[in-house]
């Protein structure tokens, strides 16, 4: 029995020594494909070359390294990614690049929201100014899509193909079945009346007041669309709201018979046309370089040394308190990021990129106050991207300047706050029962076993009241309005970019680039370089933290398919603690 259980102790000691050399053979591999992954060496782009400009992977506010993306495991896949500030810059760059002959432009489904969109089309239309040519091809063209490549000099489509031009459509999950299912009844407290990111959880449809703005906005979107489709092909906008209204386009003829596209070709073809174009004999292979490498090149070669600086602060994603990540904005990241941008002698004005929903009321206070600090020092200029609403316009409010797209989508000043009641849930459906003594009489506000007493709701309400007073009076000190101006254009409506300027909650439409130099003049320098807060995160700290969330989310996708999204929804909703200034819940628009 002795040499039994010394041969079982040796064979688990093996087995975990085995093991152990594994994981560290394991890590030592993660580790050294991850080195190679960001040591790319720089790409060659030789003479006559065309520039690859695939716009179907995520376009972000800022290109991040993944190197997850590069290791032979599960959920490693489709994660390619650049941000839209290298997209210009590369642009602007080729422009006047010689070994640049033209535009290769691929896009079936853009990942990227529509003033997004937007500040891409603009490069590619100032692009076009060097007389040099683009080139888009697609087999199926969406309406985001197609939006991109009617820019283009010329616009093919596969002969099998299809272009989606329908008009635009706007939809909200609403969560209130579910919750009634589960025995679960959300508690509502909240200001404004178009404050409608509580609705999907009381109700089962829009409000009255909520159609009213989605309607609004939706229509300034579609009328931005059809104006850019309108001015690059030399079409009416009403005759293009026709065709999207009578659904004309449906076979790949239709497009050429309204004028949508150029051509209909075979990708050999179009290899074919970009040769000529590029100077290249048909029967060598094209020189060609993605947009990704291209940009890459330019992120190497940046110079940094100019005396004066403008430092871009990028707030993108969701509001939170603590350090967020690349993709939320951590009240505490991005606060220090102001500051170091404040102290810095270099640095002469600071322009603020906000791409956000909102989140944390609390949170946005505490950038808001950074912001006021620094205005009182250095010029402040705000840009927003597809979305600066709620908690994202709160951050901006103090800027001196705010710069929107007719397109963005802002405003949204109110707030709400959402306390469930588990009782059915835990009792009915779970069987579980609660009970315990307290020396308070409001000791267990916020109890999420029972429903709030008449007492606790009007505490709530006046906290969230008090939040509500806060928000509109900094906006009203930063845009110079009253208080209840404010509040006439507030109480959660949201603004399509065009219309916060005519109200104004903004004070200009303008590109990403323009808000730059609009920060460079108000500090009265010429020459300066651009610099970016906060640093991206570690990727190797990065890959280490997300690798578990990673797996959770590729057999998540595996398991629930097109259900997934509103997975990540109701886990989103659930996740959200504190006051919120947020706007209406996932605004989806196709």
């Not at 995520?58 to 650049?82: A, C, Q, W, Y």
């Amino acid at each position: 029995m002795r040499e039994f259980f010394k041969y079982v102790f040796a064979t688990v000691v093996g087995v975990v020594i085995s093991l152990a050399l594994f994981l560290v053979f394991f890590i030592v591999l993660i580790v050294g494909i991850v080195k190679s992954s960001l040591k790319e060496t720089k790409v060659n782009v030789s003479s006559n070359s065309v520039l690859f400009l695939n716009l179907d992977q995520t376009i972000t506010e800022r290109t991040t390294e993944d190197p997850f993306s590069k290791l032979p495991v599960v959920g490693s896949e489709g994660n390619k990614n650049i941000g839209f500030n290298d997209v210009i810059r590369s642009l602007r760059e080729a422009k006047t690049d010689d070994n640049i002959k033209c535009i290769y432009l691929s896009v079936s489904s853009p990942q990227a929201g529509f003033a997004t969109m937007r500040e891409i089309r603009d490069a590619l239309i100032d692009f076009k100014t060097s007389k040099k040519k683009i080139i888009a091809y697609s087999e199926v063209y969406t309406q985001g899509a197609y939006y991109l490549a009617s820019v283009a000099d010329k616009v093919y489509l596969n002969p099998e193909g299809a272009l989606e031009f329908k008009g635009l459509k706007s939809q909200t999950m609403f969560f209130k079945g579910a919750l009634d299912k589960l025995g679960i009844e959300a508690q509502i407290i909240r200001v404004g009346n178009y404050k409608s990111a509580v609705e999907p959880f009381f109700t089962d449809k829009m409000s009255d007041k909520n159609r009213e703005q989605v309607t609004a906005y939706l229509n300034g979107l579609y009328e931005t669309y059809l104006d850019g489709i309108s001015k690059s092909r030399n079409i009416g906008a009403s005759i293009l709201h026709q065709i999207a209204d009578d659904y004309k386009i449906q076979q790949p003829e239709d497009a050429i018979a309204y004028k949508m596209v150029d051509g209909l070709r075979y990708k050999d073809e179009i290899i074919d046309e970009l040769k000529t174009l590029s100077g290249k004999d048909k029967k060598r292979n094209i020189s060609a370089v993605t947009i990704n490498e291209y940009a890459r090149n330019l992120s190497n070669e940046q110079d940094n040394s100019a005396k004066n600086k403008v430092a871009v602060i990028y707030a993108n994603g969701d509001i939170i308190g603590g350090e967020g990540s690349d993709e939320q904005i951590g009240s505490e990241r991005i606060s220090r990021a102001v500051r170091k941008a404040r102290l810095d002698s270099t640095v002469k004005a600071i322009v603020l990129r906000v791409n956000s929903p909102g989140g944390s009321a609390l949170a946005s206070d505490v950038i808001w106050r950074e912001i006021v600090l620094t205005k009182k020092v250095k010029p402040v200029i705000a840009s927003f991207g597809d979305v600066a609403a709620s908690g994202g316009y709160y951050i901006a409010c103090a800027a001196d300047s705010i710069f929107v797209q007719p397109n963005t989508i802002t405003g949204s000043i109110g707030v709400f706050g959402v306390i469930p009641n588990l009782q059915k849930l835990y009792n009915e459906k779970l069987g579980i029962t609660f009970d315990g003594v307290k020396t308070g009489k409001y000791a267990d506000i916020m109890s999420t076993d029972r429903p709030m007493t008449a007492g606790e709701r009007l505490i709530i309400q006046n906290d969230v009241n008090r939040v509500y007073d806060s928000f509109i009076k900094r906006v009203a000190d930063g845009r110079k309005k009253t208080k209840a101006y404010v509040d006439s254009v507030g109480g959660g409506r949201v603004w399509v970019g065009t219309d916060a300027v005519k109200i104004g909650l903004a004070d200009r439409t303008g590109n990403f680039n323009q808000a730059i130099v609009a920060a460079a003049k108000k500090a009265k320098i010429k020459d300066y370089s651009v610099v970016e807060y906060p640093e991206m995160l570690d990727p190797f700290k990065s890959l280490m933290e997300s690798t578990t969330d990673k797996i959770k989310m590729y057999y998540a996708k595996q398991e629930l398919g097109a259900n997934y999204t509103i997975y990540q929804q109701i886990k989103s909703a659930i996740s959200r603690s504190g006051i919120q200034t947020r706007m209406p819940f996932e605004i989806k628009i196709q």
